[in-house]
Each structure stands twice: as structure tokens, then as C-alpha cells.
């Protein structure tokens, strides 16, 4: 009879690293702790919940600093044969990867909470369309997205990055439907039903590589599959193919994008600023987890699909882009959700690059460092549009002579669609594409760094359209209007101050974030 006594039942016993943990578990606190106060505070006092999600956000943020230096602290381990534990059996490690993520996860929502305070309170307050944003819920919704996109870089198995994924996910859903305008339900639908197929697709290749790994480690299953009996290895390569689709999903890249444009409209524009740039943060750190660790074994492989797939992203954007007309209703939203797709082509040129460096070359770096770049930037031009649209529209011919009415507005705008484009005097944004064409160099995919040099001049096109129409001359009633018009929030003039005021400090000191390029990441 076989005993199934334990020599040392102490061991079984793990204690948690709640330093490693506390930022997406602050997160998730606050969430919790913006859901019980809205049951009892009294309606006229609960515009202090979006006071209390934006403290949440940023004592998080500060969480962040004692994990920076030194070794990457590892917790939630299993026990290997030695009954010892190491960080590759870990399903949670805050290493450099995990913090540059979660910077960009937490410094996003944080930015989109301030986005949001105008409009939740002007929802609230007006009986117009879109009357009706429930406070208590769109901040809770808010921050459990957050806390999501924050575990999903520190995740490394893939059960821990499903739940992650869908953690991120699913509150998204319900904060595209809470605008109640009749669009909302119907960007929501789209939203739902293809990110509920593109996570069935994942489930069913996590599955497959379980199989033939055996495990749902990452670094287990890199083993795994190096090893896997020629029988399986089919098995194995589908499974990969598959679990990258979800992830796909999340970044918007081609066939995955469609729903993109639609969602961007039909959501509160805050939540289409959060989802262009904390949603595709999700997807991009487990897009790179999975590729870099989970299946290194078939490098060359994913290597040339993530190529190919970021040239044909980056292409249909800026097209789609460039045919966007500028007259029609919500056109300067569906041009920044154009942007988007056409700038996850970019960010994917680094994942590519890395299926071809050499052994001790990292060029996830680059990737990370032109992410937190274009998190700033593009959350900065929402900013913009939010504003503008609060007196006119968001129709892009809305922002003609914007300059005669608010010239800083405009000149913020005008430095964001730069550096978005890459053109002095926004210096970051030209830095980071560099530094992501330089990946692309190094890592031999020249075809690529071609591509990527095509689509960088479509793009200027509709940036510097864009950008010449905040300088045209405007007629003097829009400019008496502009002028008489109301003040901005204090909220939203935050939002544009921090984006622009770090958008400036990035082009005057760009090593402050191209030196996470420089070095490994893992």
C-alpha cells in the first residue's frame, strides 16, 4: 500500500512575495475598494470614486519602485524533483519585463482615468446621449481591466496568462457598452464575438501544446517541445500557431484588426484612448512571453509568420488610414484607430527580429521601449480629441484653425501627430523608429526595415494633413466661439499637461527610455 504521507508537510507551504505581487494586487484592491463605496455614498460626493480609482492607479505605480534593481523576484513556485524551487517552475516573476509592462499597463490606466473624470461627470450631470455612465461600475470596470494587463507581463504559464488575458478583457467589453447612445451596444457585440473566437482558438492550441509539452510552464514547455516525440511535433506546431491568435487579437494585428475602427467609435473615447494602448500592451507582452520562452524552439518559424504579419499590419493601417476621409462623423477617432493598427505593425517588428538574433541579442527591448512611447503620445492625442469634441465634434475638418481658437490645444495635438509620425521636433518618436528599424537590421529581416521605411512615408502623409489643418485660417466666429467657449476641466487639462510635459522630456532626454532597448530584458 502506497503511503501518501508527507516526510515534510511544512514544505508544502509557500509564502508569497507581496512586494512582487502588490502592484496589479493594489489594483485590484482599489477596484474593490471603489465598489463598496459606491453602495454607500451618496450621489452628489461620488465623483470622488474616479479621485479614489486615480490614488489607486498611482499607489501601484509607486509599488513598482521597490522591484527596480537588483535580482527578479519570483513567487507562486512549484517545487522541481530537488524540493527546491527555482524561477522557470515560478507563475509569477517581477523581473525587467514584467516592470517595463506594468509601467506601461498602470502609467495608461492611470492616464485614462484622468481622461475619463470629464466625461463620467459630464454623463452624469447632462441629459444628453450619453447620459447615463454609471460611476461606480465604469471605475471598477476600469481598474480590473488595469489589474489584468498588469499580471499578464509577470505571468509565466499560460493558464496564469489566459486568465490574465481575460481579466484585461472582459471588463473592456462592458465599458465599450456602457456608452448608451446606440452605438455602444453594437461596438460592444463586435468587440465580444471576435475576442470570444480569438480566445477559443487560444484554449484550443494551449491545449495541443500541453500535450505534447506536458506541462504549462513556459520554460517547461520550451523543454517540451524540444523533446517532444516526432509524432507530436505537429501537434506542437498547430497549438503554438493557435495560442498565438488570442494574443494577436489583443494587438490588433491583420486579420485580427476589423474590429477595431468600429469598437474605437462606438466606446467612450477614453476607453478607445485605454484600449489602444493598455489593451495592446496585454497582448503585446504575452505575445512576446509566449514567442520568446514558451516556443523558442520553433524560433525561425514564428520568427518569419511575426514578419510577415507585421508588414501586412502596418500596411493595411496606414492605407486604411490614408482612405479615411476627414469630413465625416467621428473621422479623427477612426483615424486614430487606423494609427493604431498601423503602429502594432511596428511594435511586431522586434518580436520578428527576435526569432532571428543571435544567441545573447535581446531585441524585445526595442519593443518595449517604442511602446512606452507610443502609449504616451497616442493617450495625449486622445486627450486632444476629447477635448476639441466637447465644444464641436470629432469629424478631423472639426480641428481646422484650432490654433486661432486655443493654440495650446493645438500645439499639443501638432506634437503628438509628430512624434506619431516620427518628424523633429518630436525626437522620441523618430528614436523609437529607429531603434525598432535597427532590430530589424541587425536581426537580418532587411525585406522587413524595407517595408517598415514605405509605410513610415504613407504615414506622414495623413499626419502632416492632419497636423496642417490645426494651423489653416480659421473664420472669425469659430474663433469668437473658441474663445467664449467653456473652460477646460481640470481633469482633462491634467491629462494634456502630463502627456505633453513627458512627450517634451522624452524628445529633450530620449535615453531616458531607448536605454531599456539596450539591454536584456529576461
Known amino acids: 500500500m502506497t503511503s501518501l504521507a508527507v516526510a515534510n508537510p511544512g514544505s508544502l507551504i509557500q ?14 484592491v482599489a477596484a474593490l475598494a471603489v465598489l463598496v463605496t459606491d ?32 535580482s527578479p523576484r519570483a513567487t507562486f513556485c512549484a517545487q522541481n524533483v530537488t524540493g527546491g524551487t527555482d524561477s522557470s517552475g515560478c507563475s509569477y516573476v517581477a523581473d525587467h519585463f514584467a516592470l517595463v509592462f506594468q509601467l506601461l499597463a498602470l502609467g495608461g490606466a492611470l492616464i485614462a482615468a484622468l481622461l ?25 470596470l476600469l481598474l480590473s481591466s488595469a489589474t489584468g494587463a498588469a499580471l499578464l507581463p509577470a505571468s509565466r504559464d499560460l493558464a496564469t496568462m489566459v486568465i490574465a488575458l481575460e481579466v484585461a478583457s472582459l471588463p473592456a467589453f462592458a465599458l465599450v457598452a456602457l456608452r448608451r447612445d446606440g452605438r455602444g451596444a453594437e461596438a460592444a457585440l463586435k468587440f465580444f464575438v471576435s475576442s470570444v473566437t480569438a480566445t477559443a482558438v487560444m484554449l484550443l492550441g494551449i491545449g495541443f501544446v500541453y500535450a505534447a509539452s506536458g506541462s504549462l510552464h513556459l520554460g517547461a ?13 505537429p501537434l506542437a506546431e ?21 474590429w477595431v475602427p468600429d469598437t474605437y467609435t462606438g466606446a467612450p473615447l477614453p476607453v478607445a484612448g ?15 512571453l509566449a514567442t520568446t520562452i514558451a516556443f523558442r524552439p520553433y524560433a525561425h ?67 518595449a521601449a517604442y511602446a512606452l512611447i507610443y502609449g504616451v503620445v497616442n493617450l495625449g492625442a486622445f486627450g486632444v480629441v476629447a477635448a476639441v469634441g466637447r465644444r464641436a465634434g470629432t469629424s478631423v475638418d472639426e480641428f481646422r484653425g484650432l490654433f486661432a481658437r486655443n493654440r495650446w490645444t493645438a500645439l499639443a495635438l501638432a506634437f503628438f501627430l509628430l512624434c506619431l509620425a516620427g518628424l523633429p521636433p518630436g525626437v522620441v518618436g523618430l528614436f523609437g523608429k529607429v531603434v525598432v528599424f535597427r532590430a530589424a537590421v541587425d536581426a537580418g529581416l532587411g525585406w522587413l526595415a524595407v517595408v517598415m521605411a514605405v509605410n513610415v512615408v504613407i504615414a506622414l502623409y495623413y499626419y502632416l494633413l492632419w497636423t496642417a489643418r490645426l494651423f ?13 467657449g467653456r473652460r477646460m476641466p481640470v481633469s482633462l487639462a491634467a491629462t494634456l499637461g502630463l502627456t505633453a510635459s513627458a512627450a517634451v522630456v522624452l524628445s529633450v532626454a530620449p535615453q531616458l527610455v531607448l536605454q531599456v532597448a539596450g539591454g536584456s530584458l529576461f
Open 274 to 288: 485605454y484600449l489602444s494602448v493598455v489593451g495592446k500592451a496585454a497582448g503585446l507582452s504575452g505575445l512576446a
Open 221 to 233: 514547455v520550451a523543454q517540451g517541445l524540444e523533446h517532444a516525440p516526432g509524432q507530436l511535433k
Open 15 to 28: 509564502s508569497v512575495d507581496w512586494v512582487a505581487i502588490a502592484p496589479p494586487l493594489i489594483a485590484a
Open 39 to 70: 453602495l454607500f455614498l451618496p450621489e452628489r460626493h461620488k465623483k470622488w470614486l474616479g479621485r479614489l480609482t486615480a490614488a489607486g492607479l498611482a499607489l501601484a505605480l509607486i509599488a513598482l519602485l521597490p522591484l527596480t534593481g537588483g
Open 301 to 367: 518559424t514564428w520568427g518569419l509568420a511575426l514578419a510577415v504579419l507585421a508588414a501586412v499590419t502596418m500596411t493595411v493601417g496606414n492605407v486604411g488610414a490614408l482612405r479615411q476621409r476627414f469630413d465625416t462623423r467621428y473621422s479623427a477617432v477612426r483615424l486614430l484607430a487606423w494609427s493604431s493598427v498601423g503602429q502594432a505593425g511596428y511594435l511586431l517588428v522586434p518580436l520578428a527580429a527576435a526569432g532571428y538574433a543571435p544567441t545573447g541579442v535581446d531585441p524585445l527591448g526595442a519593443t
Open 238 to 258: 498547430v497549438g503554438a500557431v493557435l495560442t498565438l491568435v488570442g494574443f494577436a487579437f489583443k494587438v490588433a494585428a491583420v486579420p485580427f484588426h476589423f
Open 116 to 140: 475619463s473624470m470629464h466625461t463620467v461627470d459630464d454623463a452624469a450631470s447632462t441629459g444628453g446621449s450619453a447620459a447615463g455612465l454609471p460611476r461606480g461600475e465604469y471605475w471598477f
Open 472 to 484: 489653416a485660417p480659421a473664420d472669425a466666429e469659430a474663433v469668437a466661439e473658441g474663445g467664449a
